[in-house]
T-cell receptor, first 114, second 110 residues
Framework: GENVEQHPSTLSVQEGDSAVIKCTYS??????FPWYKQELGKRPQLIID?????GEKKDQRIAVTLNKTAKHFSLHITETQPEDSAVYFC?????????????FGKGTMLLVSP | DGGITQSPKYLFRKEGQNVTLSCEQN?????MYWYRQDPGQGLRLIYY???????QKGDIAEGYSVSREKKESFPLTVTSAQKNPTAFYLC?????????FGSGTRLTVV
């Protein structure tokens, strides 16, 4: 099955700095790569996603890049704010339908200090 | 709750007891999933169902059971065979546009 590794496990930055979280995956057939943000005790919320036919996607301060050859993708957050503090999960999905399961990384705890 | 309702929010189980976690969705999604979350472990797949009356084991199905008698409902039973059930349980449903998660049930063994 798919194996997803996520680094770092914790990340501390100062407000206004950039943060980068990286994930690698094992199955070259995987083609959908979402990122979720989870605040303490709450459900994961999708913040950005990318499909395998795209190399980069941006939404305001958040961007995701995908390198299919190297089988890794990254989340970039610019101009970080204290409300960005949360746990971030990458995930990988095989197949072309919404019925395929997601395999998650173990998460990165991001702490943004004022 | 974004179209997926999990209940209860908190659940306490005694040793040797079976408990059932509820998951209901009104999004008309065919696929539904159960994930378990432990600190530092991410989300691990327990069971999933792509259609009514059919479901498949995920990576950590031992000690759990599910049913899918209705499209809207996908309850999870934590049996006494699950030796370490204390965790946060998340239900989700999906279309080709992505997953929607419920708000979770925190299960504690007492």
């Amino acid at each position: 099955g798919e194996n997803v590794e996520q680094h770092p496990s914790t990340l501390s930055v100062q407000e206004g700095d950039s943060a980068v979280i990286k994930c690698t995956y094992s199955d070259s057939a995987s083609n959908y790569f979402p990122w979720y943000k989870q605040e303490l005790g709450k459900r994961p919320q999708l913040i950005i996603d990318i499909r395998s036919n795209v190399g980069e996607k941006k939404d305001q301060r958040i961007a995701v890049t995908l390198n299919k050859t190297a089988k890794h993708f990254s989340l970039h957050i610019t101009e970080t704010q204290p409300e960005d503090s949360a746990v971030y999960f990458c995930a990988v999905q095989e197949g072309n339908s919404g019925y395929s399961t997601l395999t998650f990384g173990k998460g990165t705890m991001l702490l943004v200090s004022p | 709750d974004g179209g997926i309702t999990q209940s209860p929010k908190y659940l306490f189980r005694k040793e040797g007891q079976n408990v059932t976690l509820s998951c209901e969705q009104n999004l008309n999604h065919d696929a539904m999933y159960w994930y378990r979350q432990d600190p530092g472990q991410g989300l691990r797949l327990i069971y999933y169902s792509q259609i009514v009356n059919d479901f498949q084991k995920g990576d950590i199905a031992e000690g759990y059971s599910v049913s899918r008698e209705k499209k809207e409902s996908f309850p999870l039973t934590v049996t006494s065979a699950q030796k370490n059930p204390t965790a946060f349980y998340l239900c989700a449903s999906s279309t080709s546009y992505g997953y929607t998660f419920g708000s979770g049930t925190r299960l504690t063994v007492v």
